[in-house]
């Protein structure tokens, strides 16, 4: 990775700590049950449904591919996102994955902009 996505990766890692702390101020152990939902920011329609596609065949991930039109001249702006299946997260395990998130986004173009979690059967969420 470049020196762009080493700092972006570091931004998500730092923003996990936060996130872990604040989901276990709600009551969330390593035994507890998590969805994590997450997002890309996509340049353009090509990286997102290449990253859409890549997500898809390399996890069981929820993937799903978004637009909208913004700014004065209407542009649209392309998004990835989606849930995992409830899965047990600890700190390290978070960080694992936002690695490999930042890294897939990367590879295909994309900013992974952060991910929200709620506790299987729970409405409590937080964000990182």
Partial sequence: MSTGSD????????????????LQEH???ERSELE????????????????AA????????AVRLTS?????????????????RPTKASQDTL???V????????EHGCAFDGWGAEVAGDAEATSG
């Fill in 68 to 84: 909208r039109a913004s700014g004065f001249l209407k542009k649209k702006a392309w998004f990835v996102e989606g849930t995992t």
């Fill in 36 to 51: 994590l939902d997450f997002f890309y920011l996509a340049p353009g329609e090509h990286q997102a449904r290449a990253l």
């Fill in 54 to 61: 890549f997500l898809q065949s390399e996890t069981d991930y």
């Fill in 27 to 29: 009551g969330v152990t």
């Fill in 7 to 22: 700092e972006h990766l570091a931004h998500q890692l730092a923003m996990n700590q936060v996130s872990w702390q604040t």
């Fill in 95 to 97: 960080d694992q994955w």
């Fill in 99 to 106: 690695t490999w998130m930042v890294g897939a986004g990367f």
